[in-house]
Nanobody, 117 residues
Framework: QVQVVESGGGLVQAGGSLRLSCAAS????????MGWYRQAPGKQRELVAA???????NYADSVKGRFTISRDNAKNTVFLQMNSVKPEDTAVYYC???????????WGQGTQVTVSS
């Protein structure tokens, strides 16, 4: 009964900012990694950023220095602050929750981010 719901996507001009949010509900346990993936048309889904419960994070090289991932453990929520966005950031962004105890991955339905040039 785990649900993962993203919000915050939309249209933004190049150089602008967006903040994506993802709230997970249900029994996801405490030992989990939350992250963001994205997929553009005709492209493979790729990892954007991920963060552990303890705050350890990693980023795709293409977004380092521009995006910041964070989480609120009490609310089972993960955020992606997207700054200095580029047209190549255009994609559907999916929230991902990996529960280590059950080796199960949950996905949100995605939120569209479109960056105009």
């Amino acid at each position: 009964q785990v649900q993962v719901v993203e919000s915050g996507g939309g249209l933004v001009q190049a150089g602008g900012s967006l903040r994506l949010s993802c709230a997970a509900s249900g029994n996801i346990f405490s030992m989990n990694t939350m992250g963001w993936y994205r997929q553009a048309p005709g492209k493979q889904r790729e990892l954007v950023a991920a963060i552990t419960r303890g705050g350890e994070s990693n980023y795709a090289d293409s977004v380092k220095g521009r995006f910041t991932i964070s989480r609120d453990n009490a609310k089972n929520t993960v955020f992606l602050q997207m700054n200095s966005v580029k047209p190549e950031d255009t994609a559907v962004y999916y929230c991902n929750v990996r529960v280590w105890r059950t080796s199960t991955t949950y996905w949100g339905q995605g939120t569209q981010v479109t960056v105009s040039s």
